[in-house]
């Protein structure tokens, strides 16, 4: 996991917003399903969500997987003693988890698609009781690591066996289609995992929240997928989440586009909000246009603004 | 005499046809080997030492003699020679054989002539029978008027023996078939039956084997598999389970590399040995995330114990040889099969990671680790360990240093261009030149420190 070291990730607008409305439902998550969580995650060095969800969630017992970067350097830039520092690759690190525990695991995998993704999932949902949250992101591109190509129908399926559908074709590897190939895979996994959990007694479903697509400016293409572990039969009406509008329970994707706006842009934006006239003389003064309108109305709440300070 | 009655017993022809049609000789055999493990069992659960079970096998004659126990008269009388089993039997938990129809299925489809003697503590005895004469023997019954009328006799004479005509030294059963059907006997006289019988008993009664029972064929003695998992710095993974009255155990970790075709998933139904050393997607390997069987697994064993008092629960095929992957019962089990190999699959992967040396380490850990027998696993209270949690043994940090941060990269160009770049370069070889272009090009484009 080398891309904190390149870039801060307190720094990327989009990934930003997507952890701040990913804040917002899991507010109203572990509100609903009282009771500790445990989190688990990929700390880098910056350990930005860690810091968020101890301060907004309140969750107090942490896992920092990190298995590539020297431990020492991590142990050192963990903001709190109390999180606990896996240096072991995912994989391995779920294994030695208690995962009976209620749990918020946001694994983002800073790669392309890999079967070890698969293994971390099904080890997640083989053992998380209801209640449990599980996000997935990682780069949507499905490209060889070998050819740096986007992969053949043969390829993939050489790679990921039986996780490949049966019925591929190259354009569902293709940009236009790839998140839905990957979700796909995550879903037939979930599913059969949280299956056999039903077979043996339980009763439980996966209730799919986040379906997110969003590009850093000139950066990797990346795929949020995730939801929530429930009881069988809830809804997202009942788990008081339908006020977002970014929440998506089938393959509908919402894409996290943030408009390029001066703070005086803003300003006069947000004074222009109540009704449709008030946007039509929002476009008649011609400052923004009504795409940039519709993409800060879209996200405004979760945006972060950015100030250099002297410290 | 009534002149109008019409017979409703089944004629003891039609019955011997009827129990011995369906059945091989293989499995007629194993019918009674099975008694000798109920017998075993009964003596001592959990470690069958010093019991024995001899079985000759030629195209002359068919024996099979144990020391395990016998059964008494009383037994004789109830259940093991009488037709059919009465409600009141006894439910022989666990068990596979019983004093049912087996026994005397396996010998009438041998052979003409059959002799069984048992002796326990109680009782010694036998029952010497001639199927013709048997078969042809009747009786006179009185009825209610006093008239006379001739029956088909079905029942056996026992008689009492005595140490000098005994085929026994200790409690035990001897059984013996001779004057052995055309095709029995020349069945027997094949070697590749008698080789295929070997591993049929081999698999069939492992677990006995494993419990070291010993088991000789034609004076052959019978191999147990010594199916073993590291059990000291590594602890396997445990998981226990019910499903549809069945119990189900997987217990899964290492075991030693010198034979990779013991590297897989062994599974026992009522301690038969079902399934052995399966690498395949019958036991989910290649199948959802689960990787294909590949030589890096070659540490892995996995074994799955599916027990039910009643054997019908078990998810067996009909010949009872193979596993019936459909049922539920077997799908319940595979999941976590599947979870097993994944938590232990990471480990194996570090040892991978290992590269030249990972056989090296692969033998240490043999050579240090105390070992737990299928039957210690089995015994295994599950309340003493943390289920679903598999431990792995410590790598060497030092060890694992080395290979990781590195690729090779390899491209061919032109003789000539390339011997003007040596000996500019003034690289002693190309190698040499490899490397020196290679970090030519990340000072020139300043990529050093990225």
């Known amino acids: 996991m080398n891309s904190p070291k390149s870039l801060n990730y307190e720094t990327r607008p989009l990934k930003f917003t997507e952890r701040k409305m990913l804040l917002g439902t899991l507010l109203r998550l572990c509100h609903k399903y009282q009771g500790a969580y445990q989190y688990i995650g990929f700390g880098g060095?910056?350990?930005?969500?860690?810091?968020?969800?101890?301060?907004?969630?309140?969750?107090?017992?942490?896992?920092?997987?990190?298995?590539?970067?020297?431990?020492?350097?991590?142990?050192?830039?963990?903001?709190?003693?109390?999180?606990?520092?896996?240096?072991?690759?995912?994989?391995?690190?779920?294994?030695?988890?208690?995962?009976?525990?209620?749990?918020?695991?946001?694994?983002?995998?800073?790669?392309?698609?890999?079967?070890?993704?698969?293994?971390?999932?099904?080890?997640?949902?083989?053992?998380?009781?209801?209640?449990?949250?599980?996000?997935?992101?990682?780069?949507?591109?499905?490209?060889?690591?070998?050819?740096?190509?986007?992969?053949?129908?043969?390829?993939?399926?050489?790679?990921?066996?039986?996780?490949?559908?049966?019925?591929?074709?190259?354009?569902?590897?293709?940009?236009?289609?790839?998140?839905?190939?990957?979700?796909?895979?995550?879903?037939?996994?979930?599913?059969?995992?949280?299956?056999?959990?039903?077979?043996?007694?339980?009763?439980?479903?996966?209730?799919?929240?986040?379906?997110?697509?969003?590009?850093?400016?000139?950066?990797?293409?990346?795929?949020?997928?995730?939801?929530?572990?429930?009881?069988k039969a809830e809804t997202v009406q009942h788990l008081n989440l339908d006020g977002f509008d970014f929440i998506r329970t089938?393959?509908?994707?919402?894409?996290?586009?943030?408009?390029?706006?001066?703070?005086?842009?803003?300003?006069?934006?947000?004074?222009?909000?109540?009704?449709?006239?008030?946007?039509?003389?929002?476009?008649?003064?011609?400052?923004?246009?009504?795409?940039?309108?519709?993409?800060?109305k879209a996200n405004y709440k979760y945006l972060p603004a950015f100030f250099d300070v002297r410290l | 005499m009534d002149e109008n009655i019409v017979q409703g017993n089944p004629t003891k022809t039609f019955f011997i046809e009827m129990i011995t049609r369906d059945?091989?000789?293989?499995?007629?055999?194993?019918?009674?080997?099975?008694?000798?493990?109920?017998?075993?069992?009964?003596?001592?659960?959990?470690?069958?030492?010093?019991?024995?079970?001899?079985?000759?096998?030629?195209?002359?004659?068919?024996?099979?003699?144990?020391?395990?126990?016998?059964?008494?008269?009383?037994?004789?009388?109830?259940?093991?020679?009488?037709?059919?089993?009465?409600?009141?039997?006894?439910?022989?938990?666990?068990?596979?054989?019983?004093?049912?129809?087996?026994?005397?299925?396996?010998?009438?489809?041998?052979?003409?002539?059959?002799?069984?003697?048992?002796?326990?503590?109680?009782?010694?005895?036998?029952?010497?029978?001639?199927?013709?004469?048997?078969?042809?023997?009747?009786?006179?019954?009185?009825?209610?008027?006093?008239?006379?009328?001739?029956?088909?006799?079905?029942?056996?004479?026992?008689?009492?023996?005595?140490?000098?005509?005994?085929?026994?030294?200790?409690?035990?059963?001897?059984?013996?078939?001779?004057?052995?059907?055309?095709?029995?006997?020349?069945?027997?006289?094949?070697?590749?039956?008698?080789?295929?019988?070997?591993?049929?008993?081999?698999?069939?009664?492992?677990?006995?084997?494993?419990?070291?029972?010993?088991?000789?064929?034609?004076?052959?003695?019978?191999?147990?598999?010594?199916?073993?998992?590291?059990?000291?710095?590594?602890?396997?993974?445990?998981?226990?389970g019910l499903k549809d009255g069945v119990t189900i155990r997987v217990v899964a970790g290492l075991g030693e590399v010198g034979d990779p075709a013991k590297s897989g998933w062994y599974i026992y139904c009522n301690d038969r040995l079902v399934v052995e050393a399966d690498r395949t997607e019958l036991t989910g390997w290649g199948t959802l995330t689960v990787p294909r069987w590949h030589v890096n697994h070659v540490m892995f064993r996995g074994i799955v114990f599916m027990n039910s008092d009643e054997t019908i629960k078990l998810p067996l095929t009909t010949t009872k040889k193979g596993i019936d992957d459909t049922s539920e019962v077997y799908k319940s089990a595979l999941s976590i099969m599947r979870e097993a190999v994944l938590t232990i699959n990471t480990f194996l992967k570090k040892v991978a990671e290992l590269g030249n040396g990972a056989n090296d380490y692969r033998k240490l850990l043999d050579e240090q680790e105390e070992k737990i027998t299928v039957v210690q696993m089995k015994s295994k209270v599950i309340a003493e360990v943390t289920p679903r949690i598999f431990t792995a043994p410590q790598i060497d940090p030092n060890l694992l240093a080395e290979k990781k941060d590195t690729v090779r990269i390899a491209y061919n160009v032109s003789k000539q261009s390339a011997n003007v770049a040596r000996d500019h370069s003034d690289s002693k070889n190309f190698k040499e030149l490899g490397e020196y272009t290679f970090n030519y090009y990340l000072k020139m484009e300043e990529l050093e420190d990225e």
């Open chain 1, 250 to 296: 089938d393959d509908n994707y919402y894409k996290i586009d943030i408009p390029n706006l001066t703070l005086k842009e803003i300003d006069l934006i947000n004074g222009h909000m109540s009704d449709a006239s008030d946007i039509a003389k929002l476009k008649a003064m011609e400052i923004v246009t009504e795409s940039e309108v519709n993409k800060y």
């Open chain 2, 23 to 240: 059945i091989s000789i293989k499995d007629a055999i194993l019918d009674l080997l099975d008694n000798s493990i109920d017998g075993a069992s009964r003596i001592n659960p959990d470690d069958y030492s010093g019991l024995f079970i001899k079985i000759t096998v030629n195209k002359d004659m068919f024996s099979v003699e144990d020391n395990c126990g016998g059964f008494s008269l009383e037994t004789a009388k109830k259940y093991a020679f009488r037709f059919g089993r009465p409600d009141d039997a006894l439910v022989i938990k666990n068990s596979v054989g019983r004093f049912g129809i087996g026994m005397k299925r396996a010998l009438f489809k041998m052979g003409k002539e059959f002799e069984v003697e048992s002796r326990t503590d109680a009782d010694h005895f036998e029952i010497k029978v001639n199927v013709a004469e048997w078969r042809n023997k009747k009786r006179i019954v009185k009825q209610q008027d006093d008239t006379q009328v001739e029956i088909e006799d079905w029942d056996f004479r026992y008689e009492n023996v005595d140490a000098n005509n005994s085929n026994l030294d200790e409690n035990g059963t001897f059984i013996k078939v001779s004057n052995l059907y055309d095709e029995v006997s020349g069945l027997f006289g094949t070697p590749t039956f008698i080789s295929g019988l070997r591993s049929d008993i081999e698999k069939l009664l492992n677990f006995s084997l494993e419990k070291k029972i010993r088991i000789t064929l034609n004076g052959e003695s019978l191999a147990a598999k010594n199916i073993q998992i590291f059990n000291e710095s590594s602890k396997p993974y445990y998981y226990e």
């Open chain 1, 45 to 231: 060095l910056t350990f930005t969500d860690f810091k968020l969800f101890h301060k907004e969630l309140h969750i107090n017992e942490m896992y920092d997987i990190e298995g590539g970067l020297p431990l020492k350097k991590v142990t050192f830039n963990s903001p709190y003693s109390f999180i606990k520092i896996i240096p072991e690759m995912s994989t391995s690190a779920l294994t030695k988890l208690d995962l009976s525990k209620k749990t918020l695991v946001w694994l983002d995998y800073d790669g392309s698609l890999d079967n070890y993704m698969f293994e971390d999932l099904s080890i997640l949902m083989s053992k998380m009781p209801a209640g449990s949250i599980y996000i997935f992101t990682c780069n949507r591109e499905l490209k060889d690591d070998e050819t740096r190509d986007i992969y053949t129908v043969e390829n993939f399926r050489e790679k990921f066996g039986q996780l490949a559908a049966f019925d591929l074709s190259p354009t569902d590897l293709s940009g236009s289609k790839d998140y839905l190939t990957i979700k796909k895979m995550l879903t037939n996994v979930i599913s059969k995992m949280i299956g056999d959990r039903n077979d043996n007694g339980e009763n439980l479903e996966f209730l799919q929240l986040y379906n997110i697509l969003y590009q850093e400016n000139r950066g990797a293409k990346m795929f949020t997928y995730g939801g929530v572990i429930t009881e």
